[in-house]
């Protein structure tokens, strides 16, 4: 267990902030897999503010999915510290956490993301305004640097943390290698050692063993989970399991992961509409049927779908072949 703020965060698995993925449907689903700390989706401060329709909606938190965190990102000060006061006053969300890592180059040109990066002056300045203007714990999300040329992961953590950030999250990979190459778990170590708020670990962390590794090399407080976790939940589950018992859980069979696919769409559809619901589905369905043999057969089946129920017949008659066959589930 350890603490961001005063909110108790009961084990040391996060699932990390992911766009189009991260709302309360896959959040819920995450958490009931037992994930210490969910967050959401980024939220743009100006769409906030200008009360754009589909980004209030955005801000829905379920009852069941606490502790959880929300995150916002933004380039000028006014506008970021007015969005944080409003996730402060009108939501449950936890924790606000400011996004200093997003890569894209249409949030960099806003001077936001991973923009921040190179000026640690910056950071203190916005990380500061914001924790002087809400009452929810203030954590950021960085990268450790702009390139391999500017990697200034351990001031800029210094920065947040005496600008009254109440823990930091380290993503090893610097904001020109976008998703490529190793995260860089040596400069995470270093940040860990250089503060004194939680640290909270990022990248490459694929495997319920490498959780446990990244842990041991760099002493943070707990591991955040991303692309690992793409239509696969039993991840946090077995990371949680394997780092409390050292006991390695196997994978689901094809059933339970089709099960869990369906309880994630049917949340979807609780939220979205089930137009929406299906398209979105789609991809999801892709991440869950990865590995699996034999799902290039129904992927047409599945991006042909537009119901919720011819998507479960496509889904069922799988199921029913695959255990006619008695066929193994991995490619
Ligand atoms: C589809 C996708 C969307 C993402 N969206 C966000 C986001 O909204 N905010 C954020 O801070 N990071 C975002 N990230 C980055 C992840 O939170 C995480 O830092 C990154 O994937 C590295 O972790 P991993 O190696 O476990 O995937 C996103 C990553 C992916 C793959």
Redesign the pocket.
């Known amino acids: 267990m350890f603490k961001i703020g005063d909110v108790e965060i009961n084990n040391r698995v996060v699932l990390?902030?992911?766009?189009?993925?991260?709302n309360v449907a896959f959040r819920l689903t995450v958490k009931e897999f037992g994930a210490g700390l969910v967050?959401a989706?980024?939220i743009s401060d100006k769409a906030l503010l200008f009360g754009n329709e589909k980004t209030k909606r955005m801000l829905y938190i379920d009852e069941n999915e606490h502790p959880m965190s929300l995150?916002i990102?933004g380039g000028e000060k006014e506008t970021l510290v007015e969005a944080a006061k409003y996730v402060d006053e009108n939501t449950s969300a936890d924790i606000i956490?400011i996004?200093m890592?997003?890569p894209v180059s249409k949030i960099i040109r806003c001077e936001a993301g991973a923009r921040w990066l190179l000026d640690p002056e910056k950071i203190y300045d916005m990380v500061n305004a914001v924790v002087q203007n809400v009452s929810k714990p203030v954590t950021v999300?960085m990268?450790i640097g702009w390139d391999s040329a500017h990697i200034y992961a351990v001031e800029n953590a210094r920065m947040a943390e005496k600008a009254g950030a109440a823990a930091i999250?380290m993503?090893g990979?610097t904001r020109e290698q976008m998703?490529e190459g190793q995260?860089d778990w040596e400069i995470i170590r270093q940040v860990k050692a250089a503060v004194d708020i939680p640290v909270i670990g990022?990248?490459?962390?694929?495997s319920p063993e490498l959780a446990q590794k990244m842990l041991d090399e760099t002493g943070v407080d707990a591991v955040?989970?991303?692309?690992?976790?793409?239509g696969n939940p039993w991840m946090i589950y077995r990371t949680v399991h394997y780092l409390e018992t050292g006991e390695l859980i196997g994978e689901p069979d094809l059933k339970e992961k089709m099960d869990v696919l369906k309880l994630h769409m049917d949340r979807l559809i609780d939220l979205k509409g089930e137009k929406v619901a299906l398209m979105e589905m789609r991809k999801h369905a892709s991440w869950y049927m990865k590995n699996i043999k034999g799902n290039g057969r129904i992927r047409k089946g599945i991006n042909q779908s537009e119901t919720r129920s011819q998507l479960v017949e496509v889904l069922d008659e799988f199921v029913a072949e695959h255990q006619a066959n008695n066929t193994e589930l991995i490619v």
Do not use: S, W
């Not at 989970?225 to 793409?230: D, F, N, P």
């Open positions: 990390a902030p992911m766009a189009g993925v991260c967050c989706e980024m995150q990102f956490d996004n890592g997003c999300k990268r999250t993503h990979r998703y995260a990022n990248g490459d962390v694929t955040m989970i991303g692309r690992e976790a793409l």
